[in-house]
């Protein structure tokens, strides 16, 4: 089994903000990579695949960088509705896909 | 629109059985990679289960043997029989579409909104 690795678990930043969040797999996946945003009792939604392709409708200051085993999610500018958790997910060994433990933004 | 909607869930005892549905519109099932994926309140996402478009089915190691995914391709729907239900299975279930035919190929794109399993006695 692919296990993925999420840090920070938490990032507390500000509004307008720069944030970094880290995926590393304990394996090559590839770019077979992708990140889901997930809102408080919502279902998760699909930001970037295959590493670096945003998702349709996902705004530019989301995106999306590395190759097999280091990738990262950048959001370059907070708003407020960013303030949540962000999953990264691996496709590499279908049907034994993976996901992280989670990386929560929120507030400083 | 393109849609899945979850029903099915509720309280069961341990031990007992659930049948979940997942109604898909505006796409085929049938032409997807149609998985189940779950979440334990407070947890993370855990993948439980995939049908493919061709038909073969997988499962997470924590319910092989008892829980059984399918779809009826005249209803375009999606099931997951949980049957032998344990605490730990309570969770949220989400149903979620990857596509095969298009990008973002075999990334889950569409989720339903999810269905909450409880089970306790």
């Known amino acids: 089994e692919i296990v993925l690795t999420q840090s920070p678990a938490t990032l507390s930043l500000s509004p307008g903000e720069r944030a970094t969040l880290s995926c590393r797999a304990s394996q090559s996946v590839s770019s077979y990579l992708a990140w889901y945003q997930q809102k408080p009792g919502q279902a998760p939604r699909l930001l970037i695949y295959?590493?670096?392709n945003r998702a349709t409708g996902i705004p530019a200051r989301f995106s999306g960088s590395g190759s097999g085993t280091d990738f990262t999610l950048t959001i370059s500018s907070l708003e407020p509705e960013d303030f949540v958790v962000y999953y990264c997910q691996q496709r590499s060994s279908w049907p034994w896909i993976t996901f992280g433990p989670g990386t929560k933004v929120d507030i400083k | 629109e393109v849609q899945l909607v979850e029903s099915g869930g509720g309280l069961v005892q341990p031990g007992g059985s659930l049948r979940l549905s997942c109604a898909a519109s505006g796409f085929t099932v049938s032409s997807n990679y149609m998985s189940w994926v779950r979440q334990a309140p407070g947890k993370g996402l855990e993948w439980v289960s995939v049908?493919?478009?061709?038909?073969?089915?997988y499962y997470a190691d924590s319910v092989k043997g008892r829980f059984t995914i399918s779809r009826d391709n005249s209803k375009n729907t999606l099931y997951l029989q949980m049957n032998s239900l344990r605490a730990e299975d309570t969770s949220v279930y989400y149903c979620?579409?990857?596509?095969?035919?298009?990008?973002?190929?075999?990334?889950?794109?569409?989720w339903g909104k999810g269905t909450t399993v409880t089970v306790s006695s």
């Open positions: 979620a579409r990857a596509p095969t035919e298009r990008d973002p190929y075999y990334y889950m794109d569409v």
């Open positions: 295959d590493a670096s």
């Open positions: 049908i493919y478009s061709g038909g073969t089915t």
